[in-house]
């Protein structure tokens, strides 16, 4: 395939990288089909602990340099990373879309985050500002300053396999990190390709080796990097299940962590919505990505004055749907990442039924598709407490509820363990404003006339509960990525002490 060509994956050795080399490991081969048509991609080397060890001497070495070279150069060294991901855009977001399965629109779209966060962090780079003070004692100045932490390490889901990357690793990287990475073990050769991309503009500017790592393989090299005390900050992307077994162990060494966890977002449908805008927000939220994005709208609170005719256009919406090769621009929607996926969504359905929920759209497997990954999106009318409706289901099944108060479509919309993204539809500024009050959403985004999925790099990402806490990119979210350091200096001739404590000797 020309796009694995074009972006050096040539499938000998790569595996395991301290920047610009590849480092030998015995790890297992794992082997990257592609759910799009079931074929062998490639195959990539996982890390075993030797290897490990070795990247993790050589980035602990490397912070020792690329912590000196002053904020504004790394940051030039990032915006040449952003160039470099323009001129490589298409055949990365070719093979986003062909390992993940995500439309290519949707792969171009991933691409264009990570350009997205280098601007950002380019510009950050001579803004890592700290504040001043007011010292209460006489001839003293009083500030605090953010310095780096050390290694960064980030560990990446497959539905968004190249773009969370840079969201931390930019910001890291100014911020004065060096960071290992570890892609999933679904999307191993999006790490491949990132590596290469950026290992041809460190080679330029001679970084040291050792800012940029890459790892791979599944849980076990997770765990090692979860328990080294060598990593004071943890980044992780994925489900609730493996943030809370990570953060378990990253607090027991009161390490930091970023934890972007599962979402169970709902969109709220006013009686006073502009319901053709509500659709198409509501349709793309729900397939968009076949209902693999964190941000995936998985539950619809409608307006009773209004859930019959709203139901009637999505179900029409919905007939449209393509479904077909995400290559392939008049498709929809792709596959799913692999047949476990599609288990857990046949068996959600299942429960689904069995807990009560009314399928209008069905959902099945889609034949015809060599990968078997393929499903229908559906829709059930459901209600919020039902078990598989408080649950993330990572497929393209949408819950419909119906309510009658603002206040109670609120708590429903809040009655959900997980807290990432929301939503409302609403033209009722008194509504649109309760929404976004403290009495309104508690999700981490909470957004008007616009759908749940979809965020911007330029605001902090991330949501609350069981989400995780975490906030990635925009905003001040680069602050997670330092440790802030208060000063006192005392220029005068006496020591005055603070709080007006008298120690006469
Ligand atoms: C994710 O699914 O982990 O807001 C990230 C969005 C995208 C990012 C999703 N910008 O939908």
Redo the contacts with the bound molecule.
């Keep these: 395939m020309k796009f694995l060509q074009q972006l050096n994956i040539n499938n000998t050795n790569q595996g395991v990288s301290t920047g610009t080399h590849w480092i030998e490991s015995k790890g297992n081969l794992i082997e990257s089909y592609s759910p799009v048509d079931g074929k062998l991609i490639g195959s990539v080397v996982s890390t075993d602990i030797t290897s490990y060890q070795k990247v993790m001497a050589t980035a602990t070495k490397a912070f020792e340099e690329w912590r000196m070279i002053p904020a504004p150069k790394r940051g030039e060294i990032v915006r040449q990373i952003g160039d470099a991901l323009r001129e490589q855009k298409e055949p990365l977001g070719q093979l986003v879309s062909y390992e993940m399965g995500k439309s290519l629109q949707e792969g171009l779209g991933e691409v264009q985050?990570m350009i997205d966060i280098c601007d950002f962090a380019v510009g950050l780079s001579r803004q890592l500002y700290g504040l001043t003070m007011h010292s209460e004692r006489p001839l003293h100045r009083m500030y605090e300053q953010w310095h780096p932490l050390g290694v960064v390490g980030i560990i990446s889901?497959f539905?968004?396999p190249v773009?969370?990357w840079a969201w931390n690793a930019a910001l890291a990287w100014v911020c004065g990190n060096v960071c290992i990475w570890k892609p999933s073990e679904k999307t191993p050769l999006c790490g491949i390709a990132v590596q290469n991309i950026v290992a041809e503009v460190f080679k330029k500017n001679n970084v040291p080796e050792g800012v940029n790592c890459l790892v791979q393989g599944a849980r076990e090299v997770g765990e090692w990097m979860s328990n080294d005390t060598n990593i004071p900050l943890m980044s992780a992307?994925g489900s609730t299940r493996m943030g809370k077994a990570l953060s378990v162990a990253v607090a027991a060494r009161l390490g930091k962590t970023i934890l972007?966890l599962g979402g169970n977002n709902a969109i709220i449908i006013s009686k006073d919505a502009d319901l053709d805008m509500a659709l198409v927000g509501a349709v793309f939220g729900a397939v968009g990505t076949a209902g693999q994005?964190?941000?995936t709208t998985r539950r619809l609170i409608i307006h009773e004055d209004v859930y019959e005719v709203f139901k009637q256009k999505l179900v029409n919406a919905y007939k449209q749907i393509k479904i077909g090769n995400p290559l392939d621009a008049t498709n929809h929607v792709g596959p799913l990442i692999d047949k476990d996926a599609v288990a857990m969504y046949l068996n959600a359905i299942e429960q689904g039924k069995q807990q009560g929920a009314n399928f209008i759209v069905e959902g099945k497997l889609v034949d015809g598709f060599e990968s078997g990954c393929y499903v229908q999106p559906c829709i059930a009318e459901a209600s919020n407490e039902m078990q598989i409706v408080q649950h993330e289901t990572f497929a393209p099944i949408l819950y419909l509820m119906k309510y009658k108060t603002i206040d109670e479509a609120i708590a429903m919309q809040n009655g959900a363990p997980q807290g990432l993204?929301s939503s409302m539809f609403t033209l009722n500024m008194r509504e649109a404003e309760l929404f976004l009050s403290h009495k309104g959403s508690d999700c981490g985004i909470a957004n008007i006339n616009i759908g749940t999925?979809?965020?911007?790099?330029g605001g902090a990402?991330g949501g609350e509960k069981e989400t995780g806490g975490g906030r990635e990119s925009g905003s001040d979210a680069w602050k997670a990525y330092m440790r802030r350091q208060t000063n006192t200096l005392n220029w005068g001739s006496t020591l005055p002490l603070a709080q007006g404590i008298k120690f006469d000797f």
């Design positions: 985050e889901a539905n968004f773009a969370v992307t972007e994005r964190c941000t993204s999925s979809g965020a911007e790099i990402f």
